[in-house]
């Protein structure tokens, strides 16, 4: 059974975590990645094009002139899509482009993606992180320390605004707990920073 090097907080090698080859099994689907992540961008993404139809664009409630006798053509409202200023018929507007994948192809999507991360070293477990104080260079120093300072992800046990607070100021950095990631959150960083405890948390919610 393979196993990956678990580290303190000063990178210090301190035991193996052994990797379950139920869940590890070196292998990446790429066009399964690519599903995930275009449907995790996707459902991110807004439509800003947008028109108004001759119900929306306000005013034109009175009748401009009456129906007869003007010598002009009937007009009902000067919101017309005839007319300037008025509605704009079949204009772009109210799309979508979210959409959604069964519950157990993003498992597995995140399973792969993992083991990817596992293939090119760049998958960290740490016994335990922790901070004395919601300090900003002590979190940094820790992410030193470990040789994850490039916009790393951060998977703790549980939500921890100790942590929050001192990440603040770490461009490109996000922290979130086990139960929160997607494949797409592993993909986008270089290098995922798992507590021990998350890393099992995680196997033991995936493999239900």
């Given at each position: 059974m393979k196993s990956v090097a678990i580290v303190d907080l000063k990178g210090k090698n301190v035991g193996k975590f052994a990797l379950d080859e139920d869940f590890f099994q070196e292998k990446a689907n790429k066009t399964l990645l690519y599903q995930a992540s275009l449907m995790y961008l996707a459902n991110t993404r807004k439509a800003s094009a947008h028109t108004k139809t001759r119900s929306q664009v306000r005013g034109g409630g009175k009748k401009p002139?009456?129906?007869?006798?003007t010598g002009r053509a009937r007009v009902g409202t000067i919101r017309s899509p005839l007319w300037r200023g008025g509605g704009?018929?079949?204009?772009?507007g109210g799309r979508k482009f979210n959409f959604s994948l069964p519950k157990k192809v993003r498992n597995l999507a995140?399973?792969?993606?993992?083991?990817?991360?596992?293939?090119?070293?760049q998958l960290v477990v740490v016994d335990k992180i922790s901070l004395s104080e919601p300090k900003t260079k002590e979190f940094a120093t820790?992410?030193?320390?470990?040789?994850?300072?490039?916009?790393?992800?951060?998977?703790?046990?549980?939500?921890?605004?100790?942590?929050?607070k001192?990440?603040?100021?770490?461009?490109?950095?996000?922290i979130k707990p086990f139960n929160y990631i997607n494949a797409y959150d592993v993909l986008k960083h270089d290098k995922v920073v798992f507590s021990k405890l998350a890393l099992e948390?995680?196997?033991?919610?995936?493999?239900r």
């Open positions: 002139w009456r129906q007869k006798g704009v018929v079949f204009g772009p995140l399973i792969h993606s993992l083991n990817a991360k596992i293939k090119d070293n820790f992410l030193k320390a470990v040789k994850a300072n490039n916009k790393p992800l951060v998977v703790t046990e549980k939500l921890d605004a100790r942590l929050n001192a990440a603040r100021n770490i461009g490109g950095l996000m948390n995680l196997i033991k919610l995936r493999k």
